[in-house]
C-alpha cells in the first residue's frame, strides 16, 4: 500500500511539472476594430488609429478582421516613409475572404488596407507596431469590456454559415509537444519506483 501511494505521489508530481513545461510566450488575439470589425470606419482613419493606440501587439499575437467576404477585404501592404499605404503597389498577403485571421511573425510596423477600390482612402486602414516576443502570460483576446465580435449588416442577407468565426483558441499541435515525453516519462518512473 505504501508503494501505492509512493507510486501516486510520484505521477501527480510528474504530470504537474509536465504542465509547467507548455510554451509560455503570450499571444493575444486582437479583434481589430472591436465591435465596428473591419469596415468603413465612421471616423474615417482616426477609428483604427485611435484602436491600435490602446493596444500593445507582440510576434506571436494575432490580428482577427471581422468582415463579410464580397464586401470588404484585408492586405497586408509595405510603405516608404512618404507615402500613404492605400498608393503601395507592393502587396505582402491579401485575405479576400471574411472574416480573417492573420498571425504576426515578425516585429516592427505593419500595414493594412482594404483593397476595395475607395475603401482605404476613406480610413478602411491599420497601421500597427509589433514589438518581439518577450512575455510569458496565457493566451488572451484583446476585446473592451463592452463590446462584442461585429456581426455582418442584416443589410447584406448573408446566412451565418457564408462567414463562420474561428474558434478563439489555438489547436496547435505543437502546444502539447512537451506534455507528451514528460507524461510517458512520469508513467514509467511510476511503473519501475
Known amino acids: 500500500m505504501t508503494r501505492l501511494k509512493s507510486t501516486v505521489v510520484v505521477l501527480a508530481v510528474m504530470m504537474a511539472a509536465s504542465f509547467q513545461l507548455q510554451p509560455t510566450v503570450a499571444k493575444t ?14 471616423n474615417g482613419a482616426a477609428t483604427y488609429a485611435t484602436w491600435a493606440s490602446r493596444q500593445s501587439f507582440t510576434v506571436g499575437d494575432t490580428l482577427f478582421f471581422n468582415f463579410t467576404t464580397g464586401f470588404h477585404t484585408v492586405a497586408e501592404v ?10 503601395s503597389t507592393n502587396t505582402l498577403s491579401l485575405n479576400p475572404t471574411g472574416p ?5 511573425t515578425r516585429p516592427g510596423t505593419h500595414y493594412y488596407i482594404c483593397t476595395i477600390i475607395g475603401h482605404c482612402q476613406i480610413g478602411q486602414k491599420l497601421t500597427i507596431k509589433v514589438s518581439p516576443s518577450t512575455a510569458t502570460a496565457p493566451e488572451s483576446t484583446a476585446l473592451s469590456p463592452s463590446s462584442t465580435i461585429a456581426t455582418p449588416p ?10 463562420p468565426i474561428p474558434l478563439p483558441w489555438s489547436a496547435s499541435p505543437l502546444a502539447f509537444a512537451p506534455v507528451v515525453p514528460v507524461t510517458l516519462l512520469a508513467v514509467t518512473l511510476a511503473f519501475f519506483y
Open 154 to 163: 442584416s443589410a447584406y442577407n448573408l446566412s451565418p454559415a457564408s462567414s
Open 29 to 42: 488575439r486582437h479583434i481589430v476594430g472591436d465591435a465596428l470589425g473591419w469596415t468603413i470606419p465612421p
Open 78 to 87: 509595405s510603405q516608404s516613409a512618404t507615402a500613404d499605404p492605400c498608393t
Open 100 to 104: 480573417a485571421t492573420i498571425t504576426l
